[in-house]
């Protein structure tokens, strides 16, 4: 098991920039594929952005695709997402998921979650 801790989060105005960490530790962290996910009120949890476990690939869901960008320092056991041109409608609980196998997109396949974060964009 993973213990996955998200940081970064905040309230920022439309087309300001945020970045969100996810400390990990417990079972050779560096092993796995990690992932955002966000939700937002009233709405179902959804995929952010994923990378593989020696950070070579990297997956975005199409509407932050440009605008945010995942990256992860194996030595700090740290995964971070970079928020720029962010908008109203990223507003949202942003989640740190790792997951053994299985698609870097689907929520099902990661097996440990962090408490999440708060982002919140005002117009």
């Known amino acids: 098991q993973v213990q996955l801790v998200e940081s970064g989060g905040g309230l920022v105005q439309a087309g300001g920039s945020l970045r969100l960490s996810c400390a990990a530790s417990?079972?050779?962290?560096?092993?796995?594929?990690m992932g955002w996910f966000r939700q937002a009120p009233g709405k179902e949890r959804e995929f952010v952005s994923a990378?593989?476990?020696?950070?070579?690939?990297?997956y975005y869901a199409d509407s932050v695709k440009g605008r945010f960008t995942i990256s992860r320092d194996n030595a700090k056991n740290t995964v971070y997402l970079e928020m720029n041109s962010l908008k109203p409608e990223d507003t949202a609980v942003y989640y740190c998921?790792?997951?053994?196998?299985?698609?870097?997109?689907?929520?099902?396949?990661?097996?440990?979650w962090g408490q999440g974060t708060q982002v919140t964009v005002s117009s």
């Open positions: 990378i593989s476990w020696n950070g070579g690939r990297t």
């Open positions: 417990g079972r050779t962290a560096s092993w796995y594929g």
């Open positions: 998921a790792a997951r053994v196998a299985g698609s870097p997109e689907s929520h099902t396949d990661y097996n440990d």
